[in-house]
Nanobody, 123 residues
Framework: QVQLVESGGGLVQAGGSLGLSCAAS????????IAWFRQAPGKEREFVAS????????NYADSVKGRFTISRDNTENTAYLQMNSLKPEDTAVYYC????????????????WGQGTQVTVSS
């Protein structure tokens, strides 16, 4: 089992950058694929990015490709989401999630979720 805690959200102007962190408890972080999702008010939770257990493979939603970068440090039990060139439409609560299976964009794939961190991008 793993517990996830996100941090790093906040308010930023359009065009700015933010870095999110997802700290995991336990000694088996490297056994989990990790993904970031986001949910804006009145909208469904949507996939943002994922990274495999070793960090070798990543996947991004088309809407963030080229602007966001997902990474992980298994020695620190932490995953990251670096967000650049932020747009107002990136405003949402961002969640990290973990799965023992290969990560995919489907939320049901993930057994463990953090509590979320708010990202607000002003125009």
């Amino acid at each position: 089992q793993v517990q996830l805690v996100e941090s790093g959200g906040g308010l930023v102007q359009a065009g700015g950058s933010l870095g999110l962190s997802c700290a995991a408890s336990g000694r088996t972080f490297s056994s989990y694929g990790i993904a970031w999702f986001r949910q804006a008010p009145g909208k469904e939770r949507e996939f943002v990015a994922s990274i495999t257990r070793s960090g070798e493979f990543t996947n991004y939603a088309d809407s963030v490709k080229g602007r966001f970068t997902i990474s992980r440090d298994n020695t620190e039990n932490t995953a990251y989401l670096q967000m650049n060139s932020l747009k107002p439409e990136d405003t949402a609560v961002y969640y990290c999630a973990a799965t023992r299976l290969p990560p995919t964009p489907a939320p049901p794939r993930y057994n463990y979720w953090g509590q979320g961190t708010q990202v607000t991008v002003s125009s």
